[in-house]
């Protein structure tokens, strides 16, 4: 029986991720990974057989990059043959007499077909060499795997069919509406490869378990189909991509994958033995799905997402262009407690909901709306330009997040500068998740600076001076703070942090969402006599299954065991009300301790903030 034939009677268990592995057992990130077969095959060696002894069925070669052109940028493009080979018999020997399959692992280029055309590269000869030697090298298929331009994916489809009859394999990066990055279809995308006689489609990286499982949930999977969903978000730490998914959440996902037509299920990035250990185990009980799925649309309590009832657009209040304004901090000093609520702008151009929602809130007491920058580097409307319609056109106090991630040293000052010139003082540089977890993982993230030099060079504006010390005319009007996450596993090194953060010009601190009272006395007493004022971050959780996503895929947040046992299976109103009572018990807690609060509004569900915001503002 072959790959093919087991794969119409049972649901088999893939491999994760090789390049997270390698990250976190020493390997620097700027080594080639695939030379590694050559010169450490020892190590790939180890990772390979934790795999199988874990249960995979199907494990991939350390070749994804290991083509003339991306080879090139480490100087051994004349090496594709030896590495490809290497990478195929390393496997091949792990796999002997186990019952695993080896899938050659092919990625894409790197470049795009008009470099290819300016460079003078012939695709199709480079997938050549590529899949030649690991088919030499004892690979018994070929996984063609995190495309995101079909195209190039058809190309390399064709070179294989050229070159032997074994298993194809071909797995498309789509969003989580199921596009590629060029607008098609992901079911069209399938059909295409089908026609192409792909033998297995399917889809790898960019979502997390949830993401994925909806997806499926969401089109009509057909055939045979893969899934290899990224562990979750990562965190991004001192340069490394760090994960910390729990395996028993990712087992869930891969039944709920199963039930809706995956055959091939494993792991991508951030994902390891433990992970695939956990899905070899629970889809034993799986079978095939006999039956296709119909195309249904996610309700919106299935997604986590308040549902809105149709509303017309609010006639906008009067434009005011006060002079500068207090500032949060005038606020405190006046005795205030002040509220400060985030709502993310939106990802679509229709901004009636976020306008209507923004008013309510600051009608409710908020003191000012916090706009995140792309959070999740996913993409939304200029948090800029929302913040300078909500100050012009409704008078409301926007506090804009500033990533790092997205510009360099050059945009960010000229994005810092363009605030002060609309009149908006409040600020919070990020670091900025990283480009390639998000709905653009082509993208590149620049990093030309961290957070904290962030913080330095507003300091910098706001004395006259540009980071290259030239003269602006005037100083800036910045009203700069920091992050906390008092949810990290090493509070001290984040303390740490904290303070050389607030050594370089932080004035406030805003922390990530704590679901847990205990911890808001752990972080009162650890920020006590810092100086500067904090606000804790509350989220009123909507129902059972975001507390588990929150929990399991979004980085720098916890949410302790006992609050997702007591969210468990909780939906709907139900959900809300469970939420919210939970989020009134920390707000309680943290007006005890500290002079404000940072409530964060969930999925654009506004309604719910506001109750929580009336709530604060009537004294807990």
Not at 167 to 177: F, G, K, Q, R, W
Not at 298 to 311: D, F, I, N, R, Y
Not at 371 to 376: E, K, T
Not at 588 to 602: A, D, M, N
Request: proline letters at 6%.
């Amino acid at each position: 029986m072959d790959l093919l034939d087991e794969l119409h009677h049972r649901i088999l268990p893939g491999d994760g991720a090789m390049g997270t592995l390698l990250l976190e057992r020493g390997v620097p990130l700027e080594r080639c990974f695939e030379e590694l077969c050559v010169s450490d095959s020892d190590r790939v060696r180890q990772i390979h057989e934790e795999y199988i002894a874990a249960g995979a069925r199907v494990i991939e070669t350390n070749s994804f990059g290991a083509n003339a052109v991306r080879l090139s940028g480490y100087g051994l493009e004349a090496r594709v043959s030896e590495i490809n080979w290497s990478a195929a018999q390393l496997a091949r020997d792990c796999a002997r007499e186990k019952g695993v399959y080896v899938a050659g692992s092919v990625g894409p280029l790197g470049i795009t077909a008009a470099q290819a055309r300016d460079r003078g590269i012939d695709r199709a000869a480079v997938f050549n060499e590529q899949m030649g030697a690991l088919l030499d090298g004892g690979a018994q298929i070929i996984l063609l795997e995190t495309f995101l331009d079909l195209d190039e994916l058809l190309i390399a489809l064709e070179v294989k069919h050229s070159l032997h009859h074994c298993p194809v394999i071909c797995s498309l990066s789509s969003n989580a509406e199921g596009r590629l990055p060029g607008g098609m279809p992901l079911l069209d995308a399938f059909e295409r490869l089908r026609a192409a006689h792909a033998d297995v489609v399917g889809v790898n990286c960019v979502n997390g378990p949830q993401a994925m499982v909806q997806l499926f949930e969401r089109l009509p999977m057909e055939g045979l189909v893969s899934a290899y969903p990224n562990a979750g978000y990562p965190q991004y730490h001192e340069g490394r991509f760090l994960y910390f998914s729990n395996p028993d959440y990712f087992a869930k996902a891969a039944v709920a994958l199963a039930r809706n037509g995956a055959g091939l299920i494993g792991g991508c990035c951030g994902t390891g033995p433990r992970h695939i250990a956990a899905v070899a185990e629970a889809l034993k009980t799986c079978e095939p799905r006999s039956t296709i799925v119909q195309v249904t649309g996610l309700k919106p309590s299935e997604s986590g997402v308040e549902s809105a009832s149709p509303t017309s657009p609010t006639s906008p209040t009067s434009p005011t262009s006060p002079a500068p304004e207090p500032s949060l901090l005038d606020l405190l000093e006046a005795g205030r407690t002040v509220i400060v609520t985030e709502l993310d702008p939106p990802k679509t151009l229709d901004l009636t909901k976020f306008y209507e929602g923004a008013q309510a809130l600051t009608q409710a007491g908020s003191d000012a709306i916090t706009l995140a920058d792309n959070s999740l580097a996913i993409l939304r409307v200029s948090n800029l330009a929302v913040g300078a319609v909500l100050r012009e056109r409704y008078g409301i106090r926007p506090l804009l997040h500033v990533s790092c991630r997205d510009r360099n040293v050059i945009g960010l000052q000229s994005e810092l500068m363009g605030m002060h010139a609309l009149g908006i003082s409040h600020v919070l540089p990020l670091t900025g998740d990283p480009a390639k977890v998000g709905d653009h993982p082509g993208a590149k993230s620049v990093y030309d600076v961290t957070s904290v030099e962030l913080l330095s060079i507003i300091g910098q504006l706001n004395a006259g001076l540009n980071a290259s010390g030239k003269s602006i005319q005037r100083g800036a009007q910045l009203v700069a703070g920091c992050t906390f996450n008092p949810n990290a596993r090493n509070l001290d090194a984040q303390v740490q942090r904290l303070e050389r953060k607030i050594a370089a010009g932080a004035r406030y601190v805003m922390t990530q969402p704590v679901f847990d009272v205990r911890l808001v006395e752990e972080t009162a007493r650890r920020t006590r006599g810092l100086g500067v004022p904090v606000f804790v971050g509350v989220w009123p959780l909507l129902n059972g299954r975001q507390s588990e996503f929150l929990h399991n895929e979004v980085p720098g947040i916890v949410i302790p065991e006992p609050v997702r046992e007591f969210m468990r299976g909780s939906e709907g109103v139900e959900g809300r009300e469970k939420g919210l009572q939970i989020a009134k018990d920390v707000c309680r807690s943290v007006l005890e301790h500290f002079p404000g609060v940072y409530l964060i509004t969930p999925f654009l569900a506004y309604s719910t903030t506001v109750e929580l915001t009336h709530f604060v503002r009537a004294g807990a």
